[in-house]
């Protein structure tokens, strides 16, 4: 069989700039071809400009490179997608069935898809979400990854593609920035903690989200592409944890380093979206099935973040 080639959308996002390295060391640095509808500021040779939205564009670019495996993580986010719920909708949806189609027609053997916490809604225990909870979720981008989690079930079913994902939580991470996420407050409130600038926090002080670490995000991420098919039983989206805290806690947490560290709340719509999510997350079929263990706890993570973030700014 020869070389894996893989295509990445949306690969100047958070997840993507981080994940590329990995899967270039892995697959070899011609072999991973970066993605985004917009240019990326760090040169890269293996990158080009894509509208996933433009099915013909996306089809021939697969055709031309040979794509074996597409990690599909352009999507508009949470909070953003609330600003123009139809057109999230739309964009998050087209652009997935994009990918499914061009897919199936051409070579790709397997597509990573990037699920989320939020196809949870009100109607479960928010203490510990399980993998079958029903799911009815509370936002445009919810909706979408819901209705996506279905078509992944419907085409790995009726036409074997190979497609894998996970429920992401809130990642945070030192290297990149969220854009437009409910559990974004959770990496901009280390980069204000270490530039010794108060934070201004969009959710109360004490709600409870799912989050995990970046390093634990793309071990995950690796570790259940590179699992054998036939282990994998879950095809619509495996529920994956990392840890949970509040902005409370994260900010008790930040002081152990930064003992003045101000935090004030300024709760906004983001609120009535976090509390539409549960506070944790049941992972036992992952862990069961392709050996998924998080390292990182809130401790582990804020004394790595901080001492990354230290190195940046100081
Ligand atoms: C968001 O906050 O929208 C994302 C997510 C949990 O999917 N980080």
């Not at 070579?107 to 399980?130: C, H, Q």
Request: aromatic fraction near 10%; glycine fraction near 6%; hydrophobic fraction near 40%.
């Amino acid at each position: 069989m020869s070389a894996d080639k893989i295509l990445v959308t949306g690969a100047n996002g958070q997840l993507g700039s981080v994940l590329i390295p990995h899967l270039r060391s892995l697959y070899g640095e011609e072999n991973v071809l970066a993605t985004d509808i917009r240019k990326s500021d760090q040169p890269d040779a293996h990158f080009e400009l894509l509208n996933a939205s433009d099915e013909r564009a996306l089809s021939a670019l697969i055709r031309r490179n040979r794509v074996t495996q597409v990690y599909h993580l352009a999507a508009i986010l949470s909070a953003k997608g609330e600003e123009n719920p139809l057109s999230t909708w739309s964009v998050n949806t087209s652009t997935f069935f994009n990918v499914l189609e061009a897919s199936r027609c051409a070579e790709v053997r397997k597509v990573f898809f990037p699920s989320s916490i939020a196809v949870f809604g009100t109607n479960i225990d928010r203490e510990l979400a399980g993998q079958q909870a029903p799911l009815l979720p509370s936002t445009a981008y919810g909706m979408s990854k819901a209705a996506s989690e279905n078509w992944s079930h419907y085409y790995y079913n009726r036409y074997g593609l190979d497609i894998r994902s996970v429920r992401y939580p809130g990642i945070v991470g030192y290297q990149s920035m969220p854009g437009g996420g409910t559990t974004d407050y959770a990496v901009d409130i280390y980069h204000k903690a270490v530039r010794g600038e108060a934070f201004s926090c969009f959710l109360e002080a004490g709600t409870t989200l799912p989050m995990i670490y970046m390093d634990d995000a793309i071990t995950a991420t690796l570790q259940l592409m590179e699992a054998p098919a036939a282990r994998l039983k879950v095809r619509t989206s495996y529920n994956l944890a990392g840890m949970s805290f509040s902005p409370a806690e994260i900010a008790t947490e930040i002081r152990k380093f930064i003992p003045n560290f101000e935090i004030q709340y300024a709760p906004d719509f983001r609120q009535q979206i976090a509390e539409s999510w549960p506070k944790r997350i049941d992972d036992a079929e992952a862990r069961a099935d392709w050996g998924w263990k998080p390292h990182y706890d809130l401790a582990l993570m804020t004394r790595d973040m901080i001492q990354h973030l230290e190195a940046k700014y100081h």
